[in-house]
């Protein structure tokens, strides 16, 4: 299959999805630029024009609120945040009244269908507030659709899957992501929502991650397969609705389970898989759940900080051999160079 | 596609025997038809003896839902909903009651929904404040302060990129104004030249507090709608035809690609904010007796009533008539309602 | 001691506040009305007058960071929301601004120690609006510190620390609780801030539980009692920081553990306790950890489906019964009759 | 007090002999000490060169912090820095070194803060958008628009209730005017008379984006704030003196109790939005190079040098000497702030 980056199939999932639904449009500040979202508007911006590919005011909560009305009359919105942080300005439209429109009408208004793309931000010294991860405070309300890409098929197929989709979506996209390269096939195929994908089998332990992480789990993973140990790397992909039965399966079979997310652990996912596994997997568990998540602190700027405040493929592997029993100092220097030349 | 009264084919028997469609009179310097000014009474009749009905069974701890009554507002949901077509957007606030009725909602369906039976308009699962009724264009209200301004505009921009020329209309209170939303949706509106139509239904009050709180001294809205380039105008919102007149306008402008309109409706509430009571019955007094009576003395429908009368378009003895004949319709429905079935437990997830 | 309701040691806990401490104000939609956030700002209005006790227009962002700005000159606002669910509008202020501050700015500007007051409501058709709990999204973030009181005494008592406490801090009362009576002392005795309290010890299974939930508990608790389970009822009191050590001691006793939220399952609460039993007291659980939470749906309006949303004692003790391993059946009427006559 | 050019009690030696203190000259029909025009220029040179060492140095990856340039636009933050004094509490946005510096902000520890090192401003914590300078009057800068507008109405609201003279400032970008909670905050500093002033720097584009995106045709900023009952002047952001004037009328309506200003500069930034590029250079067209050519021709520090020079107060040579003389403090202080100590990673949760 031919391969395309990350960025390139979001590129192509919002012109395959503009192209069978006229209704679809897509806006947000700065989506018309020639950098387009780091290159994931442009082709669309070429192929339907301003009329369907339009930037906006600095208008966060209004313009949730404008893609709502919009989906109420049949549109299918594909709103963009160059970070997920400013989303934290449309929380109103979005959980107070996107999530809960379908059911607090008693389904007798219909429903909003907008997709909501945002951007989670790392390193660079980025910091505080453009480095945030949503998941886990959106994916706390029904009525939401809570997506995460790890991949390049993912991150078209989540996108044309949400533009079909009957609820308000909300797509967090990595910009560490946003390069990676893999296989994307040409026709439109949807990733199904609510299903986990286990991107690796495994028989001795389960990693359960997220987003970015899914990459760093799969190079612990080949790491640890140095170190004999046979990782499972489960991609969650959609934090809600939540793939609970692809997790407790890989769980029966391994055992023990660690949770790797790009957000901090209090109330997020990394609890809420450990906390499936304590109710759930409970007889199959042979060794406590681990979480690994952002140090608890908010995102520093400082390189040195930065290295320590961010987990990555190291930390997962030395963590499972921890889990295992082997030494974790046997963890080799397996963490990919960060090429990453800012400044966004 | 004509509004609302023009398209109407049949008049109610108890209208008599003047043929008053064909009659035209002029008011505020207009010329109408004078079923208009009859259609708009009748709508606010209509209002009126639900709002009241509400106001009279609310005590009985059965409608368990938030209720922010409308008596008082009747002018500006009637006078707007008649300017607007079938297929237009409206959409309301906490205080939607007038405006689903003046739209065309069920009187049933909205009892149903204060019981939180099954065949309520959002089937129990929205209460007072989450109307929707899409059949009327009535969308929905929301009780988040400022949420359908935004969401109005939403449906206008839709209904722009469509190329039809829908408009869509949002009712809110003065007290939207200070939400930041609102001026964010304007400007966008403004940008884009929206079909959008801000109804502000300034009755000197958010929940207790007076303006004063709220608003520096001398704030006129309009000039900050024009400020965002969005044509105003204030009126008097107790004014049913003069609020008609506003509409209309504004939605001939927007109808026509010229843009968004802001109609701020001078008017008063007459109930306490939410629940049934008079705040003085309440021993409440944040606002004063006198005050309150004025306003009273300025009721839409009984100025209405008086234009019927002097324009002779109807006695007294025939609108006592009709609504009579809406109070029985509503008492009606409202006891079919509370007869209605409760929604199934199990069925709590349904509609999600 | 002398007892006092919820809302009443609420009112005392504020003008103590404000007594010992010039800087206090307290500010907020409806705070200078006679009915008074439902009596809890009256006293304080008559005392320190208008210029300390002020109504707000409806900005709940700006108001937010008008209150950051102000502590920042040393002020100590005590901002209040009649209803928890008007703050999702100003996330950013609290999230973005107010909890990275002192970190963002490597404590060269000082912190800012705003307290808000939010009021969860519950029932009474207040719908999918007006009885949230925002408990969890809040807590996942580094910085702010989240309170919920249950008692009376630690709803004054939680208060005058967050009037003293060095970071910007979010207490979540219940409006079902503001009728609840327990003792109060007189003088300003702080709760501390991160320390759960058990307020019934017992042997056979632990019942963490949060705001309205631990009474619902208690209930719980005395009805287990009758079937000769002991019960031991953790009040959590603090979200962020959590008392994880209190947590795991009684984990460590009883072994069995049920966790019982204000708010719903996915990354809230009840997965955070469940995944820290998990990761931290995996050796010392007998049973899978249960999580009782609300309904995963919009709250309802109508009654029948209300009283189906909500978890009670009831659902508590039937819950506990099982994981003991007797017929939750057995469980009596012992829910309290709802005597809330509304509207808010 | 006094503001911070009448504070001053040393003049730079470079000035030479002449007495700049005592001799006075009119500007824009408003006499002033001639030592004002000297510091307004000399606090430009001071950003002018700050901000250029950082586009030299910028490329060599070292400063991993994504920064927003103020070249062009230091007329506005040295006009109203000056106009204030050191216990007023000023606030910005991400394009915040001009008002840093401005402040008297230290040059080595904005530098350190770039190289995220522990002796920058937010100790490595904050990076280029999160600086802070409490001793100078720099309370925070945040890269998020329009959190600092609420915030710095909030520090008024602190001064108003203790009583005291003191007065916020906050600098925004237009793009502001956007979002909601600016005119949420102007609302409430209208009607509590806070002593705030509303600094917006309009330099025509947010990020890429014209106004023609972003407001109606015909837009006048100033109309929206004077609609919120907030007195506004429009002025030559590229004027330093005439900032500087509007911003002293600002102060003394805030000192005075009179309540909140709003100042609409207008002026252009030269490089990138975010780095060290000119848009032309990168390759961007979104904005012509006739239209950058003839703002650069407005250079704020050019006018300056050009009024000094026709009101006699220095000569082209001491003008470059000044320049050259901040230059080397500037490039010092970037050398000796790229040598700083690191933090320490296990001091990650410092300062929480
Ligand atoms: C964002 C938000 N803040 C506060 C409230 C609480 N609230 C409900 S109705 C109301 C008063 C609104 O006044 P106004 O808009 O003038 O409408 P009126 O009730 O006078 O019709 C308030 C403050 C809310 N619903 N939403
Ligand atoms: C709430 C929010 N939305 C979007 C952004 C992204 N953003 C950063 S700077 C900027 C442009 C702002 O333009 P303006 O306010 O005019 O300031 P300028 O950059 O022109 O100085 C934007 C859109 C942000 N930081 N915050
Ligand atoms: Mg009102
Ligand atoms: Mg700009």
Chains 1, 3 share one sequence.
Not at chain 1, 1 to 21: C, F, W
Not at chain 2, 19 to 42: I, K, Y
Not at chain 2, 159 to 168: I, Q, S
Not at chain 2, 321 to 331: F, L, M, T, Y
Request: one cysteine or more; proline letters at 5%; charged letters at 25%.
């Amino acid at each position: 299959m031919r391969t395309l980056k990350y960025h390139q199939a979001i590129s192509e999932g919002t012109v395959q999805a503009m192209e069978r639904d006229p209704n679809v449009f897509c806006a947000g500040i700065a989506v018309d630029y020639p950098s387009g979202i780091f290159g994931t508007t442009t082709e669309a911006l070429k192929r339907f024009g301003p009329a369907r590919v339009f930037d906006t005011p600095a208008m966060e909560n209004a313009f949730t609120g404008i893609c709502i009305g919009a989906a109420a009359m049949g549109k299918r919105p594909i709103m963009v945040h160059p970070r997920n942080d400013f989303m934290l300005l449309a929380f109103d439209q979005l959980i107070n009244l996107a999530a809960k429109w379908r059911y607090m009408y008693g389904g007798n208004a219909g429903s909003v269908p907008i997709v909501v793309r945002a951007v989670i931000g790392k390193g660079w010294g980025q910091g505080a507030t453009h480095s945030q991860s949503l998941q886990a405070p959106l994916a706390h309300f029904p009525g939401l659709t809570v997506l995460m890409p790890a991949t390049p098929r993912d991150a078209k197929g989540l996108l044309l899957s949400a533009c079909r989709h009957d609820h308000p979506t909300i797509i967090l996209e990595h910009r560490a992501l946003y390069n990676v390269e893999g296989e994307v096939p040409e026709e439109p195929e949807e990733t199904p929502i609510g299903k986990a994908a286990i991107l690796r089998p495994g028989r001795d332990l389960t990693i359960v991650a997220t987003s970015l992480m899914v990459q760093e789990a799969l190079d612990a993973a080949e790491e640890l397969a140095r170190h004999d140990v046979d990782a499972e790397v489960v991609d969650l992909r959609s934090i809600r609705p939540l793939d609970e039965e692809t997790v407790l399966a890989s769980v029966k079979k391994t055992g023990r389970v660690i949770v790797a997310d790009t957000s901090w652990e209090r109330c997020g996912v990394t609890s809420e898989i450990a906390a499936l596994c304590a109710e759930k997997a409970f007889h199959d568990l042979k060794a406590p759940v681990r979480r690994l998540a952002l140090a608890d602190c908010p995102a520093p700027v400082s390189q040195t900080l930065e290295q320590a405040f961010y987990p990555k493929a190291s930390t997962i592997a030395r963590l499972a051999l921890h889990v295992i029993g082997i030494d974790p100092e046997l963890v080799g220097d397996i963490d990919r160079e960060d090429t990453f030349k800012g400044p966004y | 596609m004509s509004n609302r009264l023009e398209q109407k084919t049949e008049m109610p028997e108890s209208w008599g025997t003047r043929d008053l469609r064909e009659r035209r009179v002029t008011v505020h310097g207009q010329a109408l038809a004078a079923s208009v000014l009859l259609d708009l009474h009748r709508s606010m009749q209509r209002i009126r003896h639900t709002e009241e009905t509400i106001a009279r069974l609310y005590p009985q701890q059965e409608m368990r839902t938030p209720t922010h009554l409308g008596t008082g507002q009747e002018a500006v949901a009637a006078g707007v909903a008649a300017a607007v077509r079938r297929d237009d957007a409206l959409y309301s606030h906490h205080r939607c009651h007038n405006h689903y009725l003046a739209c065309g909602g069920s009187v049933y369906r909205l009892a149903a929904e204060l019981y939180g039976r099954v065949d309520g308009a959002a089937r129990g699962r929205g209460g007072s404040v989450h109307l929707t009724d899409r059949d009327n264009g009535f969308i929905v209200s929301s009780a988040i302060l400022g949420q359908t301004v935004a969401v109005a505009t939403g449906s206008a921009l839709a209904f722009r990129m469509d190329g039809v020329d829908r408009v869509a209309v949002t009712f809110f209170g003065e007290a939207t104004c200070e939400e930041g939303v609102i001026y964010e949706s304007m400007n966008f509106a403004a940008i884009n030249r929206l079909p959008v139509i801000y109804v502000c239904e300034n009755n000197l009050y958010s929940t207790e507090s007076p303006l004063s709180v709220r608003q520096p001294p001398g704030t006129e809205l309009c000039a900050r709608a024009e400020s965002f380039s969005v044509p105003a105008e204030k009126v008097d919102g107790n004014d049913v035809a003069a609020v008609y007149l506003a509409a209309r306008r504004a939605v001939d402008r927007a109808r026509s690609g010229a843009g968004p309109s802001f109609i701020e409706c001078m008017t008063y509430r007459w109930r306490e904010h939410v629940g049934p009571q008079f705040d003085h019955d309440a021993g409440r007094t944040y606002r004063t007796k006198e005050e309150f009576d004025l306003w009273v003395e300025r009721c839409p429908l009984k100025q209405s009533a008086a234009r019927l009368i002097s324009l002779g378009l109807a006695d007294e003895r025939e609108i006592s008539a009709w609504a009579a004949e809406i109070e029985k319709e509503v008492v009606a429905d409202f006891e079919r309602a509370r007869r209605a079935p409760w929604p199934e437990a199990g069925d709590l997830f349904d509609y999600l």
